[in-house]
């Protein structure tokens, strides 16, 4: 049976249009091209689904501008690992986009887990592998299977000479990436600085990690592993939709719709069914152009996997100024549709100004549960650093209960199928046709609630009120070490002043014009206040973060010494200011009400 709507009576006229309009058939047919291709950044495979996306946009008579830029790509090619004395009859061994591409002998020393780069809420304090020694000469066994940029900096750090991780999937390790960089290609600074670990990496699956721990155990084990890595500047196509809202044709605002088409293998459930939600998607808003005001830009990105969101990123440095000054919202499209994916509980995030619109249409449209999540250092949110209202990276999910029933452990995407993310069995079985064209119209919906929306639907209030029990956490743990009730009378004063502003808004007081500036202008501040250390035109790193992350170090002061404590307190007070000082900002951008 086709996807039915939940609440039909809760859309409007225009979102009931949209909804019908949408069809499984074009969707469909894309991922049956697809399911032919390995579309890894900078191949052949890659520019013939650029090509297929084009040729759609054409068909359908939508504009679009393509891009070829020069992204800094690393594509892993393969691995080997040989036990010295030892016949080792292993599974298929992976290494990692950007690891060192060389050979290393060396002995195993076996250094446990650590955190991994996968989309969780957990909080870890403390650097990792702290209490392994040194390793120069050895060669690093850990359990932490897509091992976080930290860990893998740990190791280096402790002179590691080479790491093999152990994944929790049977089969086949997951393919991942290395690099702390975001977008791939590092200032001249960080080249520098040697930011991106310079180490052979090996991935085996848990049945050879295993065995390698059994051999440990019973005495000194030599290994000699090699990597097969390319990484190099490569053309990639960047394919940009332009759908103007013609109801103002003056309006210049826009939402960025977008998606990466690479993938490992040949990614349906990541992110091929992405690809053909974002294609249905332009081809239904472009026949309703006329009843929109602001306009939409639908995006596919290369170099997600094999450059670490580098086409986002070359994208937000391009056109920087233009998304600065216009872009009201992006919405990523990852992984839609994977088959018995029936909620929007695990996986999905969005800023906290996005959290009525959002679970508002899933309502509507899905009918689904739905829960918040802090949004994840990672799925092409490229724009946090711009300071841009985001939601819905990563899409519905499949239920726990199911997913632990087939045993699956945590990934990163494909609705959490761990048999499909990164993985070769990634492929058209594991999506869903309701599944699919169910998302599909949770995206349709959403965005048509902010290209139609008179006064943008991003709450601010609700944005303060999450950003202060960030703060407020922070300033318990610090306890005595640290005073963070600048920061908390700040937001105190702000939360007013915007409770006044909204109530201004709806009491007709503000002018729409005059009321979306100063929400766009707040997004800004207090987007990057919530989610970003960095500058506006820079990008944070591809690390795991928290709320308000200037302030996260808080955490460190119980296993601090008394000279790290004041380090701490230095650095907290400049950050304090920076962060009242933005705050102060904020509410001086408010009108008089």
């Not at 909804?19 to 520019?47: C, H, K, M, Q």
């Not at 090509?51 to 008579?61: C, E, I, Q, V």
């Not at 790193?541 to 307190?569: G, I, K, N």
Request: aromatic residues 8%; charged residues 25%.
């Amino acid at each position: 049976m086709s996807h039915q709507i939940a609440d039909r009576s809760a859309l409007s006229a225009l979102e009931r249009s949209l909804v019908d309009e949408t069809s499984i058939d074009g969707p469909w047919n894309l991922l049956e091209r697809f399911s032919d291709l390995e579309r890894v950044s900078g191949t052949a495979d890659e520019r013939a689904a650029a090509a297929y996306l084009t040729d759609r946009l054409d068909a359908f008579g939508v504009s679009y501008e393509r891009f070829d830029p020069k992204l800094y790509i690393s594509q892993p090619k393969g691995a080997e690992l040989d036990v010295v004395g030892r016949t080792f009859d292993h599974g298929p061994l992976k290494t990692v986009g950007f690891s060192a591409d060389r050979t290393v002998t060396g002995d195993v020393v076996y250094v446990g887990a650590a955190g991994s780069d996968l989309i969780d809420d957990t909080v870890e304090v403390g650097e990792p592998y702290d209490d392994v020694g040194d390793l120069a000469g050895k060669i690093a066994l850990t359990d932490a299977g897509s091992i976080s940029v930290s860990g893998m900096l740990a190791l280096e750090k402790k002179n590691a000479e080479a790491v093999i991780c152990i994944h929790e999937h049977d089969r086949e390790p997951h393919s991942g990436i290395s690099t702390p960089i975001w977008g791939g290609v590092p200032t001249l600074d960080e080249y520098r600085d040697a930011r991106v670990p310079d180490l052979p990496i090996v991935n085996v699956c848990k049945p050879d990690g295993e065995q390698l721990k059994a051999w440990l155990d019973e005495g000194a084990l030599e290994i000699e592993l090699t990597t097969d890595v390319t990484t190099d500047f490569m053309a990639c196509p960047v394919v940009v939709a332009e759908i103007e809202g013609t109801a103002d044709p003056a309006e210049e605002d826009f939402v960025l719709l977008h998606g990466h088409y690479d993938s490992w293998f040949v990614g349906i459930t990541d992110n091929a069914t992405g690809d053909a939600a974002l294609l249905e998607l332009a081809r239904v808003f472009d026949a309703h152009s006329d009843q929109f005001a602001r306009n939409l830009r639908v995006a596919w990105w290369p170099g997600h996997s094999t450059g670490r969101y580098a086409g986002s990123t070359w994208f937000a440095d391009e056109f920087a100024q233009d998304l600065d000054r216009h872009c009201v919202a992006q919405v990523n499209c990852d992984s839609p549709g994977a088959k018995d994916a029936t909620e929007y509980v695990d996986m999905s995030c969005w800023t906290p100004e996005t959290h009525d619109l959002v679970t508002d249409t899933i309502d509507d449209v899905a009918g689904a549960p739905s829960a918040e999540h802090h949004p994840f250092r990672a799925g092409d949110y490229t724009f946090d650093n711009l300071g841009i209202s985001g939601f819905l990276m990563l899409s519905s999910n499949i239920p726990k209960d199911v997913r632990d029933e087939r045993g699956y452990h945590s990934v990163g995407g494909c609705g959490g199928n761990s048999d499909a993310w990164h993985l070769s069995t990634d492929t058209l079985d594991t999506a869903g046709e309701d599944e699919l064209l169910r998302d599909i119209r949770v995206y349709a919906v959403a965005v048509a609630r902010v290209l139609d929306a008179t006064v943008l639907p991003l709450d601010h209030v609700r944005n303060t009120e999450s950003i202060r029990s960030a703060v407020a956490e922070y300033d318990d743990v610090a306890g005595d070490a640290f005073d963070f009730s600048p920061t908390l009378d700040e937001l105190d004063t702000l939360h007013d002043a915007l409770s006044a502003f909204y109530a201004a808004i709806e009491n007709g007081d503000v002018a729409p014009d005059e009321a979306n500036d100063v929400i766009k202008g707040l997004s800004r501040r207090l987007t990057r206040l919530n989610l970003v250390s960095e500058g506006q035109f820079v990008q944070d790193p591809a690390t795991s973060r928290e709320p308000v992350p200037r302030f996260s170090p808080a955490r460190e002061f119980p296993r601090l010494d008394a000279d790290e404590r004041r380090f701490l307190q230095v650095q907290l007070k400049r950050a304090q200011n920076d962060a009242v000082a933005e705050l102060h900002r904020a509410r001086e951008s408010l009108p008089t009400v």
